[in-house]
T-cell receptor
Framework: GAVVSQHPSRVICKSGTSVKIECRSL??????MFWYRQFPKQSLMLMAT?????????EQGVEKDKFLINHASLTLSTLTVTSAHPEDSSFYIC????????????FGQGTRLTVV | RKEVEQDPGPFNVPEGATVAFNCTYS??????FFWYRQDCRKEPKLLMS???SGNEDGRFTAQLNRASQYISLLIRDSKLSDSATYLC??????????FGAGTRLFVKA
């Protein structure tokens, strides 16, 4: 199946700093990428949907100025957590699809962010 | 109401049992449907797509009822290695891929 590479897989940062997470589709062009957050023992929560070359669409309750998403090419999307706080510690996962085809989403390996 | 709802879990079953997962979706314009499996601290992985005609892959059977907006997954002869969280996933109208909350399965010897 298609491959989506996400890195870093794990990052620890100090409170107040920013962290960038990259998501790359390695063998296909992803028209749409999704960013999810998962807290321990909870389900995946969609944060935002990004289409190549346009602004991301954020889900209700997700601060767009805090979680900056860039989708500059068909193979790369980035999520930057700005001014991170301990409550931002979570598992962040990206996925990519070719829209509007009704195909499954392919997932990155996830990034475990710990803010200390 | 959530767009995708699943049975609350967890399910605790003995090896060899048959277990069924149920899922409903609210957007009648939803176009495609999947079951994913997520192991602890790992990313979700596609288990199988779900087709209107129903589909089977070994011990796993998925079914879709568009009229009732209902999806199911049946696991027969469950193994210890089936222990995981099972996620119902819907490609909703537009660009969104929406996940259910997941149902955790524990298969015990």
């Amino acid at each position: 199946g298609a491959v989506v590479s996400q890195h870093p897989s794990r990052v620890i940062c100090k409170s107040g700093t920013s962290v960038k997470i990259e998501c790359r589709s390695l063998d296909f062009q992803a028209t749409t990428m999704f960013w999810y957050r998962q807290f321990p023992k909870q389900s995946l929560m969609l944060m935002a949907t990004s289409n190549e070359g346009s602004k991301a669409t954020y889900e209700q309750g997700v601060e767009k100025d805090k979680f900056l998403i860039n989708h500059a090419s068909l193979t790369l999307s980035t999520l930057t957590v700005t001014s991170a706080h301990p409550e931002d510690s979570s598992f962040y996962i990206c996925s990519a699809r070719v829209v509007p085809q009704n195909t499954e989403a392919f997932f990155g390996q996830g990034t475990r962010l710990t803010v200390v | 109401r959530k767009e995708v709802e699943q049975d609350p879990g967890p399910f605790n079953v003995p090896e060899g049992a048959t277990v069924a997962f149920n899922c409903t979706y609210s957007n009648s314009a939803s176009q495609s449907f999947f079951w994913y499996r997520q192991d602890c601290r790992k990313e979700p992985k596609l288990l199988m797509s779900v087709y209107s005609s129903g589909n089977e892959d070994g011990r796993f059977t998925a079914q879709l009822n568009r009229a009732s907006q209902y999806i199911s997954l049946l696991i027969r002869d469950s193994k210890l290695s089936d222990s995981a969280t099972y996620l119902c996933v819907v490609n909703s109208g537009g660009f969104k891929t929406i996940f259910g909350a997941g149902t955790r399965l524990f298969v015990k010897a």
